[in-house]
C-alpha cells in the first residue's frame, strides 16, 4: 500500500524515511571524515571530493525533507502503540520534530555557507552554486556556518534518541514499532489517542534557542576577530600610496577568478602598490606593480592557496610586474609589456587595458587571461580535474595626477 493508515506506514513514506536516513547518516560520516583531515596541499583534491559528496547529499537531504513534509501533510498519521504512556509518547514526538527540524536547519545552514563564500568544493549539480539573496559575504558565511556546527548536535542528540526509542521497542517493549516502519505491517488501535500537539512547539523552542546560541556565539567571535586583526586589515580599501611615477594610486582592486572542480573560485589581494609614470601626449609610459601575496582573499580555500603549491607565501611574499606603456592610436586602448615575477619565476605578460583620462584623474580598466603553468604555480595539478590551468586577472583602478 502507497498511502498510511491509521495503523501503519504506507511505501512512500517509508520509502522516504530511509531515504533521509540514508542521507543523513553518510552526510555525518562525510563531515567528520572531512574534518579529520590534515590541511595539506596534498590532501587539498581529496577534500574538495569529501566536502563536495557532503554538501551534494545535504541539498538531497533537504529537497526530499520537503518532499516528506507535503506528503506527511497529506497523510494520515498512524497512531502511537502506546497511547497510556503519554510521557514516552510526547518525548518520542518532540525527538522526531526535532529531526525534522534538521532536515531543514543543517542543509540550509550549510548551504547558505556554501554560497556566501568564495566558493571550495563545488555541488555537484547542473543548477549553479548561489542562492537567491545570498550575498558574497565572508561574515555571513561565518554565521551560517557558525549556525551549521552548533545544530549539528542538536541532530547528534535526537538522532541517538531516535535510534534508543526503537531498540527499547525492539529489545524490550517487543512491539510492531519498527515493523510499521520497515515492512508496513498493521499494529495498534485504529482508536488510540493521538501525541500531544505541544510536542511540536517544543521542538520549535528547542530549535529557537540553538539558532539564537549560535547567532550570538558567532557575532561574539566575529567581533573579536575584527578587535584582533591588524588595523591594515580593517578596511576594504588600501589607502593611497606615495607614488614613484607622476600618477598615485588612490582606489582600486586587483582580483583574479579560476575554476576549481569545475566551478569559478573569485579571490583578490588586499595590498598593492603601483607606481606609473605615464606621458599624456605621446601614450607611453611605464609601470611596476608590487603585490603583497599575503594578503590574498580566496574564500574558504584561502591557506590552501597560500601553500607551497601555489603561492607559497612563506617564501614568496611578493609578486611583480613590470612594463613599458604603449597607447594604440589616439583611443583609450592601451598596452602594458613586461614580466611577471611569481613565486620566483618570471614570464612575459602583455596586458591590454583602456585608460580614461578626465582632468587630473585616470580610470584603468583591465582584463586578461593567463595560465598558472608559465609560472610553475600547482606543479602538483597536472590536470585541470582539481584546478583549471587558465587564470582570469582582473584590474580596476583611478589614480590621481602628481
Known sequence: MLTNTPLSYGMIARSLHWAIALLILSAIGLGLYGESLPRYAETTATLQTVYSAHKTIGVATFFLAILRV??????TRPAPLHPERRLETWAAEVVHFALYGAMFVMPLSGWITHAAEQGFAPIWWPFGQ????????????HVAEHVHKTAVWVLYVSLALHILGVLKHVVIDRDGTLARMT???WSGREDAAKAHGCAALAALVIWVAVILFALLGAAERMAQAHKDAPAEQQTT??????????????QGSLGFSVVQMGSPVEGHFGTWTADIDYDESTGTGH?????????????SVTDQAKGTEFFDTSTFTTATYEA????????????AKGTLTLIGNTAPLELPFTLSIDGDTATMKAQIQIDRRDWKMGAAYPDEGT????VTIYVDLTAQKS
Open 183 to 185: 515492512h508496513g505491517r
Open 130 to 141: 548561489n542562492l537567491p539573496f545570498v550575498p558574497k559575504s565572508e561574515s555571513l558565511a
Open 324 to 335: 613599458d606603456i604603449t597607447r594604440e592610436g589616439a583611443g583609450p586602448a592601451h598596452t
Open 70 to 75: 507535503i506528503w506527511a501533510m497529506t497523510q
Open 237 to 250: 580599501q588600501a589607502p593611497a600610496q606615495p607614488a614613484a611615477g607622476n600618477w598615485t594610486v588612490t
Open 387 to 390: 584546478v583549471g590551468f587558465p
Open 287 to 299: 609601470v611596476k606593480v608590487m603585490i603583497d601575496t599575503t594578503s590574498l582573499d580566496l574564500g
